[in-house]
């Protein structure tokens, strides 16, 4: 009697629909991406693409135009201002191409082997990129975004590797690992604790040429971009002096405030901390030889980022502690024997997940939109001619993009820190609202009398700018806005 092989339809059914199934998940991403691109505004990212406005108009960063952010956040929305005008959503182009970007590497890691691995850890991590991290911001156009996506993506190709697996290493990867640390560290100040942490752990004897070169490199290139923007004393005096002297006692920062704000995010959370033990487990504990001690170094790194609460300012170590679960999850079907079976199962689940719950999460991103139009804007338009500028103070940043008009002055918001820095500038980097304020003398202001952190009244620290709003200005036909007065007689 001849002998009949039953094939297991299971495996047999996810080898043939490998293909056309990862197609569709990235057809579902790339879908998924319009709505993100449109949901929710957020001051900060708003800011951003004011800033990258004045920079590609030719004003300087620091010296002429206020930020004490790190001058790699205006790099992506100085370049979008070159070719064309847009608004926030077309700024957030380039973090949708770093998620792709991460995507790749991941099929390009060394410590995947199947490919059934691959995509796995490629599905989940797409899955936390449309469902979980856009809850905290995590899709917008900011520097702890940036530095998310940028250190996510020297993870697949570079740290993890060169701590797991260091005979994998290419010289590429090396070349390329280093350059995007040293360049994240032209984001915030604040993340060099932990990019040092992250550079040593993966540092190799073998490579520490090629890797310092490259590492050199990056602070070369990221310098003269600076240079080719900004001022380099500006940068030391917006960024390093303002945020290590003159905000941190507005934010309380303390060594003991920062640690328990660490344990807080971490272990306080439901879902943050089971991630965060299952991942220690699968790097630290299971590390083999002079691994632990890279491993740990690496993770301590990760946990840092968390220094400020869990939010959007710890995005670049929740992208990582996101990028490191899919990698652990994927070597886990590694070395399963069933590697097909549950790889169908989990696409399974996945598929189930996006068909219940992605018309309920496009609901709330629709009820929640990147706004279009608001009462002070569109009396902008009506009054000024698009060459005009407008001031909107002191943290509404949102309406020069509504107006489509740029600030008339480079401390475009104007919040207490500013204030307090500008009683003693240093370095002679003092970018002065109420100077400009006055020679500028825009048409419309904007003022929303708001309580910065509940702590601060507008009226607290902006008096030199409300006494040029009394002696020049007048109340409009809506709440906050401000007339020159001259104009009023002209029949403005």
Same mark, same amino acid.
Request: charged share 15%.
């Given at each position: ?47 951003? +693409? ?37 608004? +926030? ?99 915030? +100040? ?303």
């Amino acid at each position: 009697m001849p002998r009949i092989i039953i094939r297991p339809c299971v495996p047999r059914l996810a080898r043939r629909t490998f293909g056309p199934l990862l197609m569709a998940l990235l057809g579902v991403y790339l879908l998924f991406q319009w709505p993100l691109a449109h949901y929710t505004e957020w001051a900060d990212e708003s800011e951003t +693409v004011v800033a990258s406005k004045l920079l590609a108009h030719g004003e300087r960063l620091y010296s002429e135009v206020f930020n004490n952010h790190g001058p790699l956040t205006f790099l992506c929305g100085f370049l979008i201002e070159k070719v064309g005008d847009f608004s +926030v959503p077309g700024h957030r182009m380039p973090v949708i191409a770093l998620q792709l970007a991460i995507f790749a590497s991941i099929f390009a890691c060394p410590l995947l082997l199947s490919r059934y691995a691959k995509a796995l850890a490629a599905i989940i991590l797409g899955l936390f990129f449309l469902f979980l991290i856009p809850k905290y911001l995590g899709h917008t156009n900011q520097y702890d975004i940036l530095a998310g996506c940028l250190l996510t993506l020297t993870l697949y190709i570079y740290l993890a590797p060169a701590i797991l697996d260091p005979a994998a290493l290419t010289p590429g990867a090396v070349a390329m690992g280093s350059f995007l640390i040293g360049s994240t560290a032209f984001l915030a +100040v604040t993340y060099w604790p932990s990019l040092l942490l992250l550079y040593f752990s993966a540092l190799r004897r073998e490579h520490i040429q090629r890797s310092l070169a490259w590492l050199a490199l990056a602070l070369l290139a990221n310098l003269a971009f600076l240079a080719f923007i900004g001022s380099l004393r500006g940068y030391i005096a917006e960024h390093l002096y303002f945020n290590l002297v003159i905000l941190a006692p507005f934010m309380g920062t303390t060594l003991w405030g920062s640690a328990w704000a660490i344990v807080k995010a971490l272990f306080f959370n439901a879902w943050v901390f089971p991630m965060l033990a299952w991942v220690a487990y699968g790097l630290v504990i299971k590390a083999s030889g002079s691994a632990w001690w890279r491993a740990s170094l690496a993770l301590l790194g990760v946990v840092l980022f968390f220094m400020r609460g869990f939010g959007f300012h710890a995005m670049p170590g929740l992208y990582m502690l996101l990028g490191l679960f899919a990698l652990s999850m994927g070597q886990a079907l590694d070395r399963s024997s069933m590697k097909r079976t549950i790889y169908a199962g989990a696409a399974l689940l996945v598929c189930l997940f996006i068909l219940t719950y992605g018309p309920v999460w496009c609901r709330r991103m629709s009820s929640d939109p990147f706004p279009t139009s608001s009462e002070f804007s569109e009396f902008a338009k009506l009054r000024t001619a698009k060459g005009d500028r407008i001031i909107a103070y002191p943290f509404e940043n949102v309406q020069y993009l509504l107006a489509d008009r740029l600030p008339a002055s480079g401390a475009f918001f104007f919040l207490p820190w500013q204030a307090k820095y500008n009683e003693a500038p240093v370095f002679g980097i003092k970018v002065d609202p109420c100077q400009e304020f006055r020679e500028n003398r825009p048409k419309l202001v904007f003022i929303k009398d708001a309580v910065v952190w509940g702590r601060y009244p507008w009226q607290s620290y902006s008096s030199c700018i409300q006494e040029c709003l009394d002696e020049s200005y007048a109340l409009g036909p809506g709440k906050g806005i401000y007339i020159r007065k001259d104009l009023i007689a002209q029949g403005l």
